[in-house]
Nanobody, 115 residues
Framework: QVQLVESGGGLVQAGGSLRLSCAAS????????MGWYRQAPGKQRELVAAITSGGRTNYADSVKGRFTISRDNAKNTVYLQMNSLKPEDTAVYYC?????????WGQGTQVTVSS
């Protein structure tokens, strides 16, 4: 079993920054790709950013230029650096990793951006 533990969420003012971390532990040999999703109240969960094992990244248009996803393979950890935060970024953020053909999800961390 693989477990994902998220940290770094909180309440910040518009224009501020947060760094989310997600560390995977358990029966891990190799992580194919990792990503961050978010779900705002009354909205569907959406992909924010993803990164492959080779370092290729993909971002939602709404966060492009403001957010940066990265990974530390030695630590089985994925990060999301969030800059220039806007109130519309307010959501619960979830990390996801793929081990072989199985997806694992973190517990979610709340990000609230005040105006």
């Amino acid at each position: 079993q693989v477990q994902l533990v998220e940290s770094g969420g909180g309440l910040v003012q518009a224009g501020g920054s947060l760094r989310l971390s997600c560390a995977a532990s358990g029966s891990i040999f190799s992580i194919n790709d990792m990503g961050w999703y978010r779900q705002a109240p009354g909205k569907q969960r959406e992909l924010v950013a993803a990164i492959t094992s080779g370092g290729r990244t993909n971002y939602a248009d709404s966060v492009k230029g403001r957010f940066t996803i990265s990974r530390d393979n030695a630590k089985n950890t994925v990060y999301l650096q969030m800059n220039s935060l806007k109130p519309e970024d307010t959501a619960v953020y979830y990390c996801r990793c793929r081990v072989v053909i199985t997806d694992y999800w973190g517990q979610g961390t709340q990000v609230t951006v005040s105006s």
